[in-house]
């Protein structure tokens, strides 16, 4: 059975930090590209981060870039995210997926349900 278990949310100040992880199982994580989406509660889903199957690249949307960090461990079957300087705009639910990307289209895969973070004083 394929799981994607997100942990590490939680409430925090704004400018605080928070680490997430996703733990995979069920299928080869070393194989896949690995995503990071956060939806707010009452609006549609947004692309935070993406990373390549090896690490060896990483990509953030413009709202988190050089605050947020996307990592990965294949021996340890998990995928992070880092998040510093949070902002209560960051409020959301975060989910950890798997993608492919088709005729440059990012499909998604396998999901987990997600961990909430939420940002405010």
């Known amino acids: 059975e394929v799981q994607l278990v997100e942990s590490g949310g939680g409430l925090v100040q704004p400018g605080g930090s928070l680490r997430l992880s996703c733990a995979a199982s069920?299928?080869?994580?070393?194989?896949?590209?690995m995503s990071w989406v956060r939806q707010p509660l009452g609006k549609g889903p947004e692309w935070v981060s993406a990373?390549?199957?090896?690490?060896?690249?990483?990509y953030y949307s413009d709202p988190v870039k050089g605050r947020f960090t996307i990592s990965r461990d294949n021996t340890k079957n998990t995928l992070y995210l880092q998040m510093n300087s949070l902002k209560p705009e960051d409020t959301a639910r975060y989910s950890c997926?798997?993608?492919?990307?088709?005729?440059?289209?990012?499909?998604?895969?396998?999901w987990g349900q997600g961990t909430q973070v939420t940002v405010s004083s």
């Open positions: 997926a798997t993608y492919t990307v088709v005729d440059g289209t990012a499909h998604y895969g396998y």
């Open positions: 069920g299928f080869t994580f070393g194989d896949y590209n």
């Open positions: 990373i390549s199957s090896s690490g060896g690249r990483t």
